[in-house]
């Protein structure tokens, strides 16, 4: 397993010449790009530009170059847990399992500074094991203060930087299974090159293309916070037994007798109880704002309807919530078109689980496909205390997971026993035939080249299906399908 530490370094940190960069930037530069950046245009500590053999970064000012041999290219990322914002991500092939990243936090009041961090960070490594090949240091790059160390495990190898700069603390790492590669990618990172930010365009390469970081860039979050796509998603229709979804072409039927209510009941208790346990939140503030702006809950289905007091007993409890979440929010995520896809579904569970932590208690996940619909279901049980209530209490969840029309459709069922959650699993949803609409969660006008983890083509790929509402639907016919997976494909085996 890579040893992919996280290192505290300060966008300054990462900001001296590499002396490879420095005899070409100029002629690059004057010849590329050489209109300035608008002065008042707001930008973003991960607002970047990438080639195949440097990154620019225009909030710092910073660039640096890093060897052809390395065949670096973006990759990436879900969303960091911790609050951090992803900066850079930049991986080779094997056999050098070359590795660049850069993340960005904001320095809190009184909060740790550069050498601190890199201190907890040395200590971590040589608390799991490592070969201490250089102990913490401090150096200056640039008119910076650096702290930095390295270390090896085994045949990989790391140094960690860090620099304190203006408000932000940076994690920058830079590894490999090659001592010779780790040596000529530390001496590019050694000689970064400072500029002012309205200079940025004269460090561009003449193929370079915007890049803003290998997650969900603050840029496209500031975007969503000001025109959440929750907000133009079709609440659908509800009648006394049936669920219509026009906009996204399906309708569901509901079991007779159930009672309808705007939210669901057992995912947040689950979370708030495993909160009040752990005294940390199951998701953290970023996946939070993604899943305000960016899904809705479409209904929810309960077997009986709460006494005064908000109660249901046990017994007589059953719950289904349908959910749906805009794909334009989540670029690094997909959602397989071959049931058969266990790669693509183990890819796809690792972005879905970060903000669904109620996965951790499926044991169980399959993929199958229903009249030209595929589905990713998942089967588990859950053990909860409720406020006020001295035993736990235990449910049979399922969650059965499609694409439609650039949203992800996510219908929970929870019951008392299997038995009854069977039940549940047998009602049937039905998809219509016809071409998908124009999405309603529309991206901002305007034509960027940007690479989102990944290749320049992918990133267009990516684009156009988020922008256009194009992207495959889970179904090509009509039809309808139940929950139940009795034809399954291989399980994607990742039960997170």
Known sequence: MTLRRTFFVVGSLLLVPCLLMAQTTTAAGSTAMAAPAPQRETVFPDQGYLSPTRYTNRYFGFAFDFPEEAELRAVARPMATDGALQVLDLAGPPPSDADISLVAFRQEKDGPNAKILLRRALDHDLYVGVEELRQLSKTSI???????????????????????????????????HSDKLLKRMEACVEHMSFFSPLDYRQHLEADAVEYEGPAISA???????????????????????????RSLGFSYHIPAGWVLEAEGAIEPSVERSRERNTGAPAIGRAENLLLNDCGRTLFSAW??????????????????????????????????TNAGDVDGFKAFISHFALTHPILQDMRESKSFSKNGVIFLFFHGAVAFQANGEELSRRLSIAMAVTQRRGYILTWFFAAPHDAELQDLLDQRVNFDPSPPVQ??????????????????????????????GQQPDATGTAGNAAMTATSTQPSPTATP
């Open 303 to 336: 077997a009986r309807r709460p006494g005064p007091d908000g109660q249901i007993a046990y017994d007589g409890f059953g719950e289904i919530t349908l959910s749906a979440l805009s794909l334009s929010c989540f670029p690094a995520m997909s959602f397989p």
């Open 439 to 468: 999405r309603a969660a529309t991206q901002p006008s305007g034509e960027r080249a940007t690479i989102a983890g990944g290749s320049r083509e992918a990133a267009s790929s990516t684009a156009s299906a988020s922008t256009t």
């Open 219 to 245: 840029h496209r979050l500031a975007e969503i916070e000001a025109d959440p796509p929750a907000q133009h998603l079709d609440q659908g229709t509800l009648t006394a037994d049936s669920y219509r979804n």
């Open 142 to 176: 640039g008119g910076h203060e650096v702290y930095f160390f390295e270390t090896r495990r085994g045949i990989e190898q790391h140094m960690l930087l860090a620099t304190d700069l203006d408000g932000y603390v940076l994690e920058f790492t830079v590894a490999a």
